[in-house]
């Protein structure tokens, strides 16, 4: 199994306190190596007291990439001078000794984020979000290749350092439904954070829940193709095939049945075969051939 390697630094090491004795060493000569961010701020300033938190979280999720010193202009305003700082808070990157990026005013937790990841770029590291997504990625390919039980592990490990990262969020469903634990896939998406609930990534795990059920179910593919083969027009029949057929791989032949159906009466069954197609869509990728090829043709159908 894949470990990854995301920890960084202690949260202790990553954020301290400076002033104009300890700015040179704390700032310009702990930046040879490492990023440092640079808070200016004042006791009587209110925007900071909304700013100083969101970036020491954002420091933080950064995982050693970058650090944070915290500066009271009130106790070093000679520093404060040299930097030109007009208004607070005033917020500078330095890397080499030198100034490499800042903002003024607050700022919403988004531009926090991408200031922090430019930060890390500037410096030559990988941005943490950059970091989770290749482990996404190899977990996916864990997942692909059966390692269901290892993409799993994989997946949380990811969602430890990010709750609300869909992607690993569905990932971990796909392995537990990969795995037949269906009530535990189906215990996650239903604890999923709010945040994410509504993620293309959740959807479509929900969508392959819900195919997953129904697999189980499903009645032996040669005698519903007997049964559909004697009686074109049993609609049922057709049906009970597509999800028969969808259960065993059959992604495409399942589809063609179920459009059969809403070619013939897409009312039948309060709309049955359009429900079970956007079923399937959603579970597939959206450039999946299958995915793509059925909605043309539903979509001819719908609009004929």
Request: charged share 25%; hydrophobic share 45%.
């Amino acid at each position: 199994m894949m470990e990854l390697n995301l920890s960084g630094a202690p949260d202790a090491d990553l954020i301290k306190d400076s002033d104009e004795a300890s700015f040179m060493q704390d700032v310009v000569e702990a930046s040879q190596t490492t990023p440092i961010v640079v808070d200016f701020w004042a006791p009587w300033c209110g925007p900071c007291k909304t700013l100083g938190p969101q970036l020491e979280a954002a420091v933080k999720a950064a995982k050693g990439a970058v650090k944070m010193v915290k500066v009271n202009v009130d106790e070093a305003q000679m520093i404060a001078g040299q930097l030109q700082i007009q208004s607070i808070p005033t917020v500078y990157a330095f890397h080499k000794g030198q100034p490499i990026d800042g903002f003024q005013g607050a700022q919403p937790e988004s531009e926090i984020k991408a200031f922090i990841d430019r930060v890390v770029k500037s410096a030559g590291g990988e941005a943490p979000g950059e970091q989770l997504d290749e482990a996404v990625a190899a977990a996916e390919e864990m997942l692909a290749e059966g390692a269901a039980a290892d993409a799993a592990q994989t997946f949380a490990a990811i969602l430890g350092e990010d709750p609300l990262h869909a992607g690993a969020y569905g990932g971990m469903v796909r392995s537990y439904l990969a795995l037949d634990d269906l009530d535990q896939a189906e215990a996650l998406l239903n604890g999923a954070p709010m945040e994410i609930s509504k993620a293309p990534e959740l959807e479509a795990a929900h969508a392959q829940l819900e195919l997953a059920r129904q697999a189980a179910d499903a009645g032996p593919v040669a005698e519903l193709a007997a049964a559909v083969e004697a009686n074109p027009e049993d609609n049922q029949a057709r049906f009970d095939l597509a999800q028969a057929l969808y259960a065993n791989g059959d992604a495409e032949g399942a589809v063609d049945h179920l459009l059969d159906i809403f070619k013939r009466d897409r009312e039948w069954n309060e709309g049955a075969a359009k429900t079970q197609l956007f079923t399937i869509f959603d579970a597939l990728k959206p450039n999946d051939p299958v995915v793509l090829n059925g909605r043309r043709k539903l979509s001819s159908m719908i609009f004929a």
